[in-house]
């Protein structure tokens, strides 16, 4: 079994900084992307960055320029750096990851954070 343990949420004004964490613990051989979701009430979980394990990165184009995603593969940590806050950046956000827990597995299994609250004051 693998765990994801997110820290860093918090209350910020708009244009404020945070840096959420995430760190998987458990059963690991290694991790293929890591990524993270934000759902904000009455809306659907939305894919906000990924990161290949070799470093290629992806963002939704609400975050583009604000938001950084980078991992330490020697933690198994993914990090979410995000600056020029927006109210619209209020939501819970999610840490996900594909889990190979050993080498004969090559997709790697999916596992979720269990959240943590980003909430940005106008």
């Known amino acids: 079994q693998v765990q994801l343990v997110e820290s860093g949420g918090g209350l910020v004004q708009a244009g404020g900084s945070l840096r959420l964490s995430c760190a998987a613990s458990?059963?690991?051989?290694?991790?293929?992307?890591m990524a993270w979701y934000r759902q904000a009430p009455g809306k659907q979980r939305e894919l906000v960055a990924a990161?290949?394990?070799?470093?290629?990165?992806n963002y939704a184009d609400s975050v583009k320029g604000r938001f950084t995603i980078s991992r330490d593969n020697a933690k198994n940590t993914v990090y979410l750096q995000m600056s020029g806050l927006e109210p619209e950046d209020t939501a819970v956000y999610y840490c996900?990851?594909?889990?190979?827990?050993?080498?004969?597995?090559?997709?790697?299994?999916?596992?979720w954070g269990q959240g943590t609250q980003v909430t940005v004051s106008s």
């Open positions: 996900n990851a594909a889990v190979r827990d050993s080498p004969l597995v090559f997709i790697g299994y999916d596992y």
């Open positions: 990161i290949t394990s070799g470093g290629i990165t």
């Open positions: 458990g059963t690991i051989f290694s991790i293929n992307a």
